[in-house]
């Protein structure tokens, strides 16, 4: 079955970037919609982007549009999330997952996390 594995997270100041990545496995990810999505304390979870198998198409939710870009390489199986010029409250637990719609997909179309933490 698919397998995600997100990595790159960490603590920065507000102002930092951070690339997320996602090693894709156990399905044919050229041909699969990807998803980012995130999870803050005490909150529920929050989609962010969507792009399509070739990544010629993307979109992104109101909250990080124009911050964050989405790309992926489909001759590595992997995804990307570049974000930039992070906010406290960017601070979550980022998932990669497989795409949806524009909305959070079926929890078990995540991956495992990886934690941003944007403090001063």
């Known amino acids: 079955q698919a397998h995600l594995v997100e990595s790159g997270g960490g603590l920065v100041q507000p102002g930092d970037s951070l690339r997320l990545s996602c090693a894709a496995s156990?399905?044919?990810?050229?041909?699969?919609?990807m998803s980012w999505v995130r999870q803050a304390p005490g909150k529920e979870p929050e989609w962010l982007s969507l792009i399509n198998p070739n990544g010629a198409s993307t979109r992104y939710a109101g909250s990080v549009r124009g911050r964050f870009t989405t790309f992926r390489d489909n001759a590595k199986s992997t995804l990307y999330l570049q974000m930039n010029n992070l906010k406290p409250e960017d601070t979550a637990v980022y998932y990669c997952?497989?795409?949806?719609?524009?909305?959070?997909?079926?929890?078990?179309?995540w991956g495992q996390g990886n934690q941003v933490t944007v403090s001063a």
């Open positions: 156990g399905f044919v990810f050229r041909d699969t919609d």
């Open positions: 997952a497989l795409g949806y719609s524009f909305r959070v997909p079926p929890r078990s179309y």
